[in-house]
């Protein structure tokens, strides 16, 4: 304030009282610009909430929009416990008959006991050969304990074997026998020339003889009565889109296995995504709501950005080939015909009792519907030209439109020139910031104006009490001036 002060004393005015009255006058055009950026940082807030919901949209589209994204399978076992199934998106619906004959084994040695597994051997080496790979594992005297030997053989030969110290004996009479077992099962993996020049620490190198405690071996299975043999109990490639890993042998009698859909999984990732589409929906209606007493229900009444995305999902999902309808005598071309309906808010919903009648019917023309099979092919159109998201392939799933129409919502694109095209949501925010940078421009203006306003109503006031403050000295002067006359008269 410059230093200067006034109290109202001499004029009997509460000046100060005046000038914050003033200035709040002055500050309600300030108010009303900042509600006006409260405003449009609202329409920042919520284009960010529909943004996260078209992003989840996308996603869950695009989880969907492929094979192995879309079907899902399940087998079933006519008995438990024999082999554990994997299904994929390229299992084929049917039974089939599974004999497992044998588990395949890890090649496991065992070498002559000792009385200490710390006592020192002396000098010497442990060799064998594993998958065409040869060890050679010495160790010199002084430093050649069975459990030294275990630890060597671990350190350098660990991605082949594992070596470990074993008491076969009992407390008063152990007998400590280094095992060396193969890490992987099957014959291609079997240990193979092993031998010991440490000083008692003997084996029986004898494919099946009594220090070949467990001979390496493969599974073999019959899988509709084909013989098929693997070097670990997993087994894939047999049985299309099917894989299964053997845990018991069957003792020649063969089990059944039932490759179906399951139709719980693929009705689940199609109601997911009806839910993300729902979610735009009630969150697009609710701004748009409108009423006498209340007015617009949100900030984003009538906005643009409502109705594009609205356009966009309704148009990669609704507008259908009607030359592929008319062909459609099984009834796969539209959602409606499988049992996904719109109602008149604009929700979608699933009839699963139509949505797995159709989906036992025929699975493939069902996934025909959502999923490019073939494909994605603009034919070289050029970015940011309208032909550029289109596929031009036979084949185009209805997710994978989607998820094109909406990367254009999200994503910015290039302009073939360098330059880069913002895409809907991102153009939106960025005249939104741009407008409450004008706003807050506009609030920095007025508030200097508003400082030097008060400055000025300080000055004129401190001005007038300083007047008024002289005019009341010269008349309490004036008046002693005159009682003092009457006196002496």
């Known amino acids: 304030m410059n230093g200067i002060s006034f109290s109202g004393l001499a004029s009997g005015i509460d000046t100060g009282s005046i000038v914050t009255q003033l200035l709040q006058l002055e500050r309600i055009p300030i108010q009303q610009i900042e509600s006006r950026k409260a405003g449009e940082q609202q329409k920042i807030d919520l284009l960010g909430t529909l943004r996260g919901y078209v992003e989840d949209l996308r996603d869950k589209a695009k989880s969907l929009s492929s094979l192995s994204g879309f079907l899902h399978f399940q087998a079933e076992a006519s008995i438990d416990g024999v ?12 039974s ?26 002396g000098g010497g080496s442990v060799s064998f050969t594993v998958a065409g790979t040869s060890y ?11 459990q030294a030997i275990a630890a060597a053989i671990n350190d350098q030969a660990a991605e082949a074997v594992t070596a470990s110290v074993v008491n076969t004996g009992t407390g008063a009479n152990p007998s400590y026998r280094l095992v060396v077992a193969s890490n992987e099962t099957g014959i291609d993996n079997a240990i193979t020339g092993i031998a010991s020049s440490f000083a008692g620490l003997t084996i029986d190198s004898t494919v099946g003889g009594p220090d070949n405690v467990a001979v390496g071996s493969n599974a073999i299975a019959r899988v509709d009565g084909l013989l098929v043999e693997r070097s670990t109990n997993e087994f894939s490639g047999v049985v ?8 018991a042998t069957t003792d ?3 089990i059944s296995f039932s490759v179906s859909a399951d139709v719980e999984a693929v009705r689940q990732g199609v109601q997911e995504f009806i839910d993300a589409y729902n979610r735009i929906v009630d969150f697009a209606n609710t701004q748009n709501t409108y009423s006498e007493d209340g007015g617009a229900g ?19 999902l609704f507008n259908v080939d009607l030359a592929a309808v008319a062909a459609d005598y099984e009834g796969f071309s539209t959602l409606s015909l499988i049992g996904i309906s719109l109602d008149r808010t604009g929700r979608l919903s699933l009839d699963s009792t139509k949505f797995d009648a159709k989906l036992s019917e025929n699975l493939s023309a069902l ?12 034919g070289g159109a050029a970015e940011n030209t309208p032909e550029y998201g289109i596929d031009t392939t036979a084949d185009r799933g209805l997710f994978d439109i989607l998820v ?3 990367d254009s919502l999200l994503k910015d694109t290039g302009d073939g020139s360098g330059g880069t095209v913002k895409s809907l949501f991102n153009s939106r925010t960025d005249r939104l910031n741009e407008t409450i940078k004008r706003y807050d421009s506009q609030i920095e203006q007025r508030e200097r104006y508003i400082d030097d306003y008060e400055q000025s109503l300080i000055r004129r006031f401190a001005a007038l009490e300083q007047l008024l403050g002289n005019l009341n000295a010269q008349g309490a002067s004036l008046s002693g001036y005159f009682t003092s006359l009457q006196n002496q008269r």
């Open 136 to 146: 050679d594992v010495a160790l010199t005297a002084g430093n050649a304990s069975l």
């Open 298 to 316: 949100g900030a984003l009444f009538g906005d643009s950005v409502l109705r594009s995305v609205s356009g966009a999902i309704r148009g990669a």
């Open 367 to 378: 996934a025909d519907l959502f999923v490019d099979t073939d494909g994605f092919d603009n």
């Open 83 to 94: 082999a554990n199934f994997t299904t994929s998106e390229n299992a084929v619906q049917g």
């Open 240 to 247: 299309e889109g099917v894989s299964f890993e053997a845990i």
């Open 96 to 121: 089939h008959t599974l004999d497992v004959i044998q588990l395949a084994a890890a090649d496991r040695w065992a070498f002559a006991g000792v009385a200490d597994p710390t006592a020192d051997l």
């Open 252 to 254: 020649g009698l063969p």
């Open 404 to 406: 094109r129409s909406l």
